[in-house]
């Protein structure tokens, strides 16, 4: 079995997974948390709708970006590793249960 | 000019907009904000990729829930009133926008 | 009340709306159809799935498009009408249940 | 190396690829070419932007639901070929670019 790439999560049983770009994640995730609250602000502060919803939309497509990493450490990590290891289907459906949830 | 109903968001110049669930809306960007604190906490325990993608997919479901409701506010109010006093079409332009943000 | 702008529908009641670019629409939804014929005979014909994905991805998008161009005619004619004759309520109801289905 | 399941594309060398489920794909297409031959007519015939709307929406609906079913067989076949034969870096790559088309 060829090793994981840079982009790949390292998965251990029982299920722990280091997440290759972990400390980037974390401090995207810092700024995500940054961003709701200046949304929180927003509405206390009564500002213009149409501002507060460019702001949320700034703030999904973060969250967006994030998803997307997680998705790709996940498949070319632990989904690749259980397709190796036999597994393979029970770990696609498992995948395909998720990119359903994010997809439109 | 008939009354703004109790959905409608109550907007001033320069645009300063009361939303008119402001308490229940802070209160569920709190509770965001806490969802995004979990989900960063996840990576740093080193949690399951799937596990914390469903988390990132119950906090956007949630911003999007938050989203449409100030999008329901903006046009019973602001964008209403607008049209009302002749700027309806800016107003509508502004609200279109928007939209396109957040259509799929 | 000033006159609906180009591209505002024009509403009747019973409602009957003659879309401002009916030809255009029209032409664009005989090319959504060429896609579709196009995506059928990619699988008939044992195309490569990613290949038929990505074809499929394109005819989203140009549905998309059309749903947002229509959506601009309402709001900009019906919809707008509606406001300007008391009915604003309920066609911002209308709206909001459209805008619902088109959004992520 | 296990058998493919039955949902699992069943890919050759060029790239062609035998749906599992081609006919149900074929059938599934034609409804979808009707469907939008549907919202040509109601456009055509002057019908309600709002009535449209709801129709391009559940065309898309029908697209998104195809869309899902050939990820699944993709990567069922396809991509878990490609990942047990040592080319799943590549495979996992083409994956993503294709999930984050029809992610939100």
Known sequence: M???????AVCHT???????????LIRRLN??????????????EDRYCVDILNQVSALQSALDAVAM???ENHTHGCMQGA???GKGDEA??????????FAR
């Open 92 to 101: 696609i459906d498992e995948l395909m249960t998720v990119v359903r949830k």
């Open 2 to 8: 060829k090793s994981s790439t840079s982009k790949a």
């Open 83 to 85: 397709i190796k290891s």
């Open 69 to 71: 990493l997680l998705l």
């Open 31 to 44: 700024r995500v948390e940054g961003q709701v609250r200046g949304v929180n602000k927003m509405i206390l």
């Open 14 to 24: 029982p299920p722990t997974v280091v997440q290759p770009d972990k400390e980037a």
